[in-house]
């Protein structure tokens, strides 16, 4: 029965599944039949766009060449008129480059003229050299080219204006405020107007860009010669009367002041090197002044003018003055140089800037150098005829151009190397001439010649002479010790000294003037030794070592000479109080004649009031050798001089402590002796009035 059931099941499946596969035949079939007919419609598409290919393709292809003949004939057409252009340019642009470059049309019309003119140049070269147009366009361009050169001179020479000298000085008054950088506080006064300054600038461009660079040897000669001019102005403006200080330097009491504006009624701010040294100078001689007369009263040597030098030849003389203005035309040209540097760093290339500024500069610069030569040959010529007072003058000069070297070498750092030497060979040359001086005076001091001593014993010529000269030399105390470090006499005496802690820090360079000024005292001290051997009388000869050794002394306490010479020689002040007390008792050898009369009195004998005539006889002898000697001495020591008056007072209170005991003594015994008729004529002078007499020696009226 199950098995029944099961074949039953099974036909209905078939049966099923024969109904499906007819109807899947049927649908296949509708399937084919679409496709067909797809493919039909395609194919007749595709039949359709092929006819209309072969119909559009000729017309498109006839489009294309006709657009690109058109640009042919558009490009054609352009490049005709731009030929066309060329040859018209010369007549186009000719009355523009014949009103030059400052006429109607302007400076940027004249330089577009000229761009076109150059292009057309291009043109013609290279397309048609043997054209009459060529010609044309190359005449207009060479004369506009020429036209800008000139244009760039006569702007150049209208607007490049000589510094004046109260301007100059302002500069100068505000050094310390101006760096080389820092050229802002210099401009306004040379640099050319804003539209100048671009106008140049665009000349001086396409100049370049046509390689005709003689516009930068116009430009540096002329502008060599505004700083030559104003260089001129300043020197001219010294040499007349209101050349000096600038103001508000308090100058030296022989210097008037000067740069002041007549005009003008307030102080310009001074120049601090200027305005230090000549304080220093005024102080000095104030000093100086006041210590003379603290020093003596009466006959005063500190005020005697130095005489080392013989027949002075003005022509030769530098006196502060001159200094003064040599340092003002030195730093002036160092502000116009820095000026120049910063005008020509718009207008000149970079690669031409050291060239150009080397010929601006040029002659202003052998012109410092040629006055440092001729002061440096002066100095000389003084140190020559032993006026080396006045050679001084080569110290602060030094000094200065010293601390200014840094500022110059950087202005002049790209400048060719013997420009960059310059300045420092006249310092070489200053400072050799500085170390002339300072030897030239050691030998004069040694090999003094003068055999005329003075007769009253006073201070020697040469000593006052040589302390004035060192007293000088404490106004360049850093400069000297800078010339006596070159020297290896010095710097090996230097090595050798030891400076107690307590002195304060070590001061290499006073140290090193210390040791000068004690070369120069231990000679002066031998030269006067062998002086003092020409006098006969042993009095005067040591009263004149006397007073030569105490005012020594005492001028080297009144300044700072005798702290620098205990830096090299620490028992200096000793010496010379050693020195003053050997000379003392020598001189009192003086005496030793009077005393032999009142001293010894063993031989006289007296007997209850009586005296043998032999005794009688001898103390009239004594009584007559003792005035005679007194009166002697006491002419010949009236015309002695002892210009100190501590000294002088000194001298006569040991005289009468040395005598008056001795005189007392004798006279108490024996003067009121019988020994004569008339004792009046033996016995003349009274002790009292001996001290009188002592009292009359070294009169200041002698």
Not at 150 to 170: C, G, N, Q, V, W
Not at 518 to 531: D, E, F, G, M, R
Not at 610 to 629: A, C, I, P, Y
């Amino acid at each position: 029965m199950s098995e029944v059931t099961n074949l039953q099941n099974v036909k209905l499946i078939l049966e099923k599944e024969d109904e499906n596969l007819t109807l899947f035949k049927e649908r296949f079939e509708q399937s084919q039949q679409i496709t067909s007919n797809m493919i039909n419609i395609l194919e007749m598409f595709e039949n359709r766009l092929s006819k209309l290919e072969e119909t559009i393709l000729p017309l498109y292809s006839e489009t294309e060449n006709l657009q690109s003949c058109q640009k042919n004939i558009e490009k054609t057409i352009s490049a005709l008129d731009h030929v066309i252009a060329y040859y018209s340019v010369s007549t186009e642009v000719e009355s523009i480059i014949r009103a030059g470059p400052n006429g109607a049309e302007g400076l940027d019309n004249f330089l577009n003229a000229l761009d076109r003119l150059k292009q057309a140049q291009i043109y013609f070269e290279k397309n048609n050299p043997q054209s009459v147009e060529l010609e044309n366009v190359s005449s207009l361009f060479n004369s506009g080219g020429d036209a800008l050169s000139r244009e760039f001179k006569e702007m150049i020479l209208k607007h490049s204006r000589a510094i004046a000298p109260i301007t100059l000085l302002d500069l100068i008054a505000n050094d310390e405020e101006v760096t080389v950088d820092d050229s802002s506080s210099v401009g306004s006064y040379s640099h050319f107007p804003e539209n100048v300054a671009g106008d140049l600038i665009r000349i001086a461009n396409w100049l370049m860009n046509e390689s005709r660079d003689e516009y930068m040897n116009v430009y540096a000669r002329i502008r060599a010669n505004v700083l030559m001019k104003s260089l001129n102005m300043l020197k001219e403006h010294q040499k007349s009367g209101s050349g000096g200080s600038i103001q508000g330097v308090a100058a030296s009491p022989t210097i008037r002041p000067k740069y002041q504006r007549a005009d003008s009624s307030t102080s310009r701010k001074p120049s601090k090197r200027l305005q230090n040294l000549f304080e220093k100078k005024a102080n000095k001689v104030v000093q100086r002044v006041s210590q003379t007369l603290e020093y003596s009263t009466g006959f005063s040597l500190g005020a005697r003018r130095s005489t080392i030098h013989f027949g002075e030849n003005r022509e030769d003389v530098i006196d502060e003055q001159e200094m003064e203005n040599y340092l003002t035309i030195v730093m002036a040209v160092q502000k116009l140089m820095q000026n120049e540097l910063s005008l020509l760093s718009t207008i000149i290339p970079v690669q031409h800037q050291h060239q150009v500024f080397q010929i601006i500069i040029q002659d202003a610069l052998d012109a410092v150098v040629q006055d440092g030569e001729n002061i440096a040959s002066r100095a000389k010529r003084c140190v020559n005829r032993h006026d080396f007072s006045t050679a001084l003058v080569i110290f602060p000069i030094l000094k200065h151009l010293l601390d200014m070297k840094p500022d110059f070498e950087k202005i002049i750092e790209s400048c060719d190397f013997n420009v960059r030497t310059q300045f420092g060979n006249v310092l070489n040359k200053l400072q050799n001439t500085g170390s002339k001086v300072l030897e030239d005076f050691v030998e004069h001091v040694k090999s003094d010649s003068n055999m005329s001593l003075p007769r009253d014993g006073t201070v020697y010529q040469l000593t006052s002479d040589v302390l004035f000269f060192l007293e000088q030399l404490l106004d360049y105390i850093g400069i000297i010790g800078t010339v006596l470090a070159q020297d290896n006499i010095y710097t090996n005496a230097l090595a050798t000294i030891t400076i107690d802690p307590k002195r304060g820090p070590f001061d290499k360079n006073k140290v090193l003037l210390g040791i000068y000024i004690k070369k120069v005292l231990s000679q002066l001290n031998l030269t006067l030794i062998n002086k003092s051997d020409l006098y006969c009388d042993v009095a005067v000869k040591a009263l004149f070592r006397l007073n030569n050794c105490n005012h020594v002394l005492k001028s080297l306490q009144r300044c700072s000479l005798l702290e620098l010479v205990t830096l090299s020689e620490p028992d200096c002040e000793e010496t010379y109080f050693n020195s003053i007390t050997t000379h003392k008792k020598t001189y009192q050898q003086c005496w030793s004649r009077v005393l032999s009369f009142i001293c010894d009195m063993e031989d006289i004998q007296v007997y209850y009031g009586k005296l043998k005539d032999k005794e009688k006889t001898t103390l009239k002898e004594r009584f007559s050798g003792f005035n005679k000697e007194i009166e002697e001495i006491s002419k010949l020591q009236r015309g002695y001089s002892v210009p100190d008056f501590e000294l002088r007072e000194g001298l006569k209170r040991d005289n009468k402590e040395y005598i008056l005991p001795k005189y007392n003594l004798f006279y108490d015994r024996y003067a009121h002796l019988p020994f004569a008729k008339n004792l009046e004529k033996y016995v003349k002078y009274t002790p009292e009035q001996v001290a009188a007499m002592m009292d009359r020696f070294f009169d200041i009226a002698a």
